[in-house]
Every structure is written in structure tokens, then in C-alpha cells.
């Protein structure tokens, strides 16, 4: 049995003013994600529409995206580490469900290499998926159980 060793960072910089967050791994490989992307990239329930759509790899879907807006949804507050595998992010909206770990973040990576790498591997949505998406992230769908919780 083989053992495979994860990719790790070597740092981490969020650039609040770029909306950038870079990422240099340990064998020299140099991330640069957009706030917008780690949003719709964001690995929680609720932003993949439910435990059913979550995956262990991005959704390629998310690169043909537009980009959000600058508002509360895309502006980090903070980034705490989750135990040494990941990080999960704090957006100043209140969202902080999702954790992002180190191989689902070298699998976001935006840089025309992994993109090239994506493309070869056919991970390329069709316009009606995409347009599927965004429509999805415009018009979530609303929760179908009321809850009313009393102390």
C-alpha cells in the first residue's frame, strides 16, 4: 500500500484591499485566488445546495461564474485554521460553515496551469449547466421546514 502525501501550504496571505488570498505550497506552486471565487467555491451544504451536491474536488462550474460584487458575501473577515489540514473562512456576511482543505484548495486553483490540467481532464461545464448555477445562486431555494426553538 502506497501512502500519498497532501500538498501543504508554506504560507497564506489574504490581501483584503487585491480581495485576493495566495497561497505558495511547499513544492513551490503559487495559488492566487479571488475572493469571489473561494465563495462560490465555498465547500458547505448550504452553498453546494445540499449534502447530496457536496464533493470531495471543486465543481468545476465555479471558474465560469461571474464575479460578485464587492459586498459582505465577498469581503474575509478572518481565516482560522482548522486543525492542520485546513482553513475556513469568515466572511463578513456571518457565513463560516465551510472548511477548506489543503487538496480542495490546490484543486481551486485558478492559475493557467491547473486550469490547462482541468480542461485536459474535461472538467469544463456546458453553458446550460453554468447557466443552471447561476440561476440556482440567484434564486436559492427556500427552507422547507419551519423551526421555532424556545429556551
Same mark, same amino acid.
Given at each position: 500500500? @502506497?501512502? &500519498?502525501?497532501? @500538498?501543504?501550504?508554506?504560507?497564506? @496571505?489574504? $490581501? !483584503? #484591499?487585491?480581495?485576493?488570498? &495566495?497561497?505558495?505550497? +511547499?513544492?513551490?506552486?503559487?495559488?492566487?485566488? =479571488?475572493? =469571489?471565487?473561494?465563495?462560490?467555491? /465555498?465547500?458547505?451544504? #448550504? /452553498?453546494?445546495? *445540499?449534502? +447530496?451536491?457536496?464533493?470531495? $474536488?471543486?465543481?468545476?462550474?465555479?471558474?465560469?461564474?461571474?464575479?460578485?460584487?464587492?459586498?459582505?458575501?465577498? !469581503?474575509?473577515? *478572518?481565516?482560522?485554521?482548522? *486543525?492542520?489540514? *485546513?482553513?475556513?473562512? %469568515?466572511?463578513?456576511?456571518?457565513?463560516?460553515?465551510?472548511?477548506?482543505?489543503?487538496?480542495?484548495?490546490?484543486?481551486?486553483?485558478?492559475?493557467?496551469? /491547473?486550469?490547462?490540467?482541468?480542461?485536459?481532464?474535461?472538467?469544463?461545464?456546458? #453553458?446550460? &449547466?453554468?447557466?443552471? +448555477?447561476?440561476? !440556482?445562486? @440567484?434564486?436559492?431555494?427556500?427552507?422547507?421546514?419551519?423551526?421555532?426553538? &424556545? %429556551?
Amino acid at each position: 500500500m @502506497t501512502m &500519498t502525501t497532501m @500538498t501543504r501550504p508554506a504560507s497564506i @496571505t489574504a $490581501d !483584503r #484591499e487585491k480581495a485576493e488570498l &495566495t497561497i505558495v505550497w +511547499e513544492d513551490g506552486h503559487k495559488s492566487v485566488y =479571488s475572493f =469571489s471565487l473561494l465563495r462560490h467555491a /465555498c465547500p458547505c451544504a #448550504e /452553498c453546494a445546495g *445540499g449534502h +447530496e451536491n457536496m464533493h470531495r $474536488d471543486p465543481d468545476p462550474v465555479v471558474f465560469y461564474l461571474p464575479e460578485i460584487e464587492d459586498s459582505p458575501k465577498v !469581503r474575509i473577515s *478572518g481565516i482560522d485554521p482548522v *486543525g492542520n489540514y *485546513g482553513i475556513n473562512i %469568515l466572511w463578513e456576511d456571518g457565513h463560516h460553515y465551510g472548511i477548506y482543505n489543503w487538496d480542495y484548495l490546490r484543486k481551486l486553483c485558478p492559475c493557467e496551469e /491547473c486550469q490547462k490540467a482541468r480542461e485536459a481532464a474535461g472538467l469544463v461545464p456546458d #453553458e446550460e &449547466t453554468i447557466a443552471k +448555477e447561476i440561476e !440556482r445562486r @440567484t434564486n436559492p431555494p427556500k427552507p422547507q421546514i419551519q423551526i421555532e426553538f &424556545t %429556551l
